[in-house]
């Protein structure tokens, strides 16, 4: 099954946006959906129905490996999205994230069951989610901007507190994710999306990068090179996602160092070009700018339509598989849901 799923999609033309959520909140009662293993996993189920897929795409929840490692030290679901290390915590803190036999909070178990469920219930292919090692690192940090960037200058663990706390934390979230992502496929998942937005030329300079520095490498590839061999191990697909701005190189190095089977990027990358970067084994997909599609001032019907046509036509010609897609999870706005899903409908038809 590795890769050619993927690709056999690809031919044939399938799009579809990374929209659970959209179908999630089509329900009254989404809140406790979410909480449910068998009612999320019969949503995925519902969702990719909606899109005409034959994979169950997840909700793009990337609080929940955050809330697992937070709660080894203490902090509730609730707390967990606020709360940062300030020192870095003892190397037995590594032990203890990475346990097997570790409970998860209720909500990483939710989704979880929502996997078995499709698993056990569906012909659907189950699709798991994660955030990546190096977006979770810079959640446990109050400001990770200033020591990868010391580290980016030459300073080591050794020399800078800052810099030994983001490489401390980058092992936490490495081992958060890795329990995470193998309880998931123990759960029935087939492929697993792992999400890096941070790993972006916000948080890793150009200027740094251009003259040699190597926090890329060694604070991106490294870790998530670590995470597929586990997939590949495993037979699992990986769907790498990363929707920040990034240099050329990081694109040519998430499409021919991780290879995944498909590389999906946000609005600000020029697909048509990223094409020439990528093996040909490697399905792109994206990349609208759904962000915007709440907004008819910023986005309009037309112009959903004349973009999705101009990306179809442009991504034909370079003959690169490609399937069309959202640049990120498409949210659900209360006072604007119906203007989003008339944008997505109109990305599945034109």
């Not at 999320?40 to 129905?49: I, K, N, W, Y």
């Not at 490495?174 to 995470?180: K, L, N, Q, V, Y």
């Amino acid at each position: 099954m590795p890769r050619q799923f993927w690709l056999d999609l690809a031919r044939a033309g399938a799009r579809f946006p990374i929209g659970t959520d959209l179908v999630l909140h089509d329900h009254d009662n989404a809140e406790t959906i979410r909480m449910s293993g068998a009612a999320l996993g019969q949503v995925l189920a519902e969702a990719a129905r909606r899109w005409r897929i034959p994979a169950a795409m997840p909700l793009m929840d990337l609080r929940l490996e955050k809330a697992d490692l937070a709660s080894i030290f203490g902090v509730n679901f609730e707390r967990a999205e606020s709360w940062h290390l300030d020192a870095a915590p003892e190397p037995s803190a590594i032990a203890r994230v990475a346990d097997p036999i570790r409970s998860f909070p209720a909500e990483n178990r939710a989704q979880q069951h929502s996997l078995r469920w499709l698993a056990t219930n569906t012909d659907l292919l189950p699709v798991g989610m994660s955030i990546g090692p190096f977006s979770l690192m810079t959640k446990l940090l109050a400001d990770p901007i200033t020591p990868v960037a010391m580290s980016g200058s030459g300073s080591t663990a050794n020399e800078d507190p800052g810099v030994a706390l983001v490489e401390r934390c980058l092992e936490l979230a490495e081992a958060a994710i890795h329990r995470s992502i193998r309880t998931q496929v123990s759960a029935g998942a087939r492929a697993i999306m792992i999400c890096e937005p941070a790993a972006n030329t916000t948080y890793l300079s150009p200027r740094q990068l251009r003259k040699g520095a190597a926090t890329f490498h060694r604070y991106v590839l490294e870790p998530n090179l670590r995470l597929k061999a586990f997939l590949d191990d495993s037979g699992i697909d990986l769907i790498f996602h990363d929707c920040g701005e990034l240099l050329a190189g990081m694109v040519e190095a998430f499409a021919r160092r991780i290879h995944p089977a498909v590389l999906s990027l946000g609005s600000s990358r020029n697909l048509w070009e990223d094409a020439a970067l990528v093996p040909e084994d490697v399905v792109l997909y994206g990349n609208l700018p759904t962000k915007t599609f709440y907004s008819d001032d910023a986005m309009p019907l037309a112009r959903v339509e004349e973009i999705s046509r101009d990306l179809l036509a442009r991504m034909r010609a370079t003959g690169h598989l490609h399937i069309l897609g959202s640049e990120c999870d498409v949210l659900h706005v209360p006072d604007a849901a119906a203007t989003i899903r008339r944008k997505v409908d109109a990305m599945l038809s034109v």
